[in-house]
C-alpha cells in the first residue's frame, strides 16, 4: 500500500488529469454519436490514437520541462508574434466554445433532475461553483480532486462485463476496420480526432508541468522526463480505454435498436441500462458531472494560460487571486463568455459535437509547430525528438491533415 501510494504521489500528476480530462462530456457524446451512428466501424479508433495522442502530450510536457516556457511563449519569440496573436485567439475561443458545451451539459443534467427553473440558471450556477473553487482552492488540492473525479468515468468500463458482445466482430473490426468515402463519416471521424487529441491538452499539461518544477527545489531531468513518460502513458490509456468502451458499449446497444441520431439525453441513458437498470441516469449523471467539474477549470485555466503567456503575465493556479489577478480575471471571463454561447441556438448535443469538430480542424496546426520546437538543438539540447516521437507526431499531422482534406473533397 505505501509503495502504490509513492508510486501515485511520484508518478502520477499532470498527465493523468489531462487524460481525464479529456473524456469530457463534449467527448463522451462524440463517441456515443460514432458507435450509436456507425456500430462498431469506429471500434479501431482508440488502439490508433493512443500512440498518437501519447506523442505529442510528452513532447508537449518535455518542451515545457526542458525550456521552462510555455508553447505560446516559444512560438512569440521564434516564430513572431503575428502567429502567436492568431494561435492564442483561435485557442481562447475554441476553448471557451468547449467551455460552453460542457457547461451546457452539465447544466442540462440538473435541468433534466430539477425542471423548474429554466437551463441559463443552472450554467450560471455551474460557472459561479467552478470559479469558486478555481479561485479558492490552492493548485494541489484541486489536482487531487480532479483525481478523485475520475472514478466516474469508469461507469463504461463496467458495462462491458454484462452486454451481450460479439467479439469475433469486435476483432474484425480492428483488424480491418471499414473505411467509408462518405461526408458524414469523416466529419465524425475528424470529431473523434479532435475531441480525443485536443488543442487545449498541448497547452494545459505543459503548463501544469512548469507549475510542478515551479514547486520543486531541484530538478533531475532524467527522473522527471521517465515521470512524464508514465505518467502520460497511464493519463492517455485510461482516456483512450474508456474511448474505446463508450464506442463498443453505444454501438452494441443502441445501434441495433435503430437509434442512429443522438438527440437526447435518454438516448445516452439508454446505453447504461443494461448494468445498472432503473438507476442508469443516476451514474449517467454523475459521469458527465464528473467529467464537466474536471474539463471545465482545464479549459478555462487553460486559456487564461495561453493569453497570459502571450501579454506576459503572471500565470498559475498556485497563487492567490490578489497575487495574479489578470489571470483570474480571464478564468472568469471564458467562463462567463461561455454562458453567451449558450444562446447560439444549438442543442446541447450538437454543441458537443461540434466542438469537438472545431478542435480536429485546429489540431494539425499545433502539432506541426510542436514537432518543429521539439527538433530545435537550440532549445532541446540533447533532448530533442528521437525517432518515435518524430514518425509519431508526422503520423498524427498527416492523418488529421487527410481527414479534414478528404471531408471538404467528398
Known sequence: MNKLKKFIKEQIGPGLITGASDDDPSGIVTYSIA??????????????????????????????????????FLIKNLYGFKLAFLISVLMFFANTFNLAADINAVAMILNYIFPYLPMWIYSLLVSLLMILIVIILPYKKFANLMKFLVIFLFCYLFLIFVIKINWLEVFQKIILPEIKFTKDWWLIL???????????LFFWQEEEELEEIKREQKIDIKKSLFSIKVDTFLGMFISNLIMFAIILSTGVVLHPLGIYDIQTIDDLVRVLEPLFGKYAFLFFSLGIIGSGLIAIPVLAGGAAYILAELF?????????????????VIVIFSIFLSNIFNFIGLSPIQLLFYTAVIYGFLAPILIFIIFKLGNRKDLMGDYVNNKNNNFGLLLT????????????VL
Open 35 to 72: 458507435g450509436a451512428k456507425n456500430g462498431l466501424d469506429f471500434i479501431w479508433t482508440p488502439l490508433f490514437t493512443l500512440p498518437l495522442m501519447y506523442y505529442v502530450q510528452e513532447s508537449c510536457a518535455r518542451i515545457a520541462l526542458i525550456t521552462r516556457r510555455g508553447l505560446i
Open 190 to 200: 475528424i470529431a473523434i480526432l479532435g475531441t480525443t487529441i485536443s488543442p487545449y
Open 312 to 328: 506576459n503575465l503572471p500565470a498559475t493556479l498556485d497563487k492567490k487571486f490578489k497575487e495574479a489577478i489578470p489571470f483570474y
Open 397 to 408: 499531422f498527416f492523418f488529421m491533415i487527410l481527414s479534414v482534406i478528404l471531408f471538404f
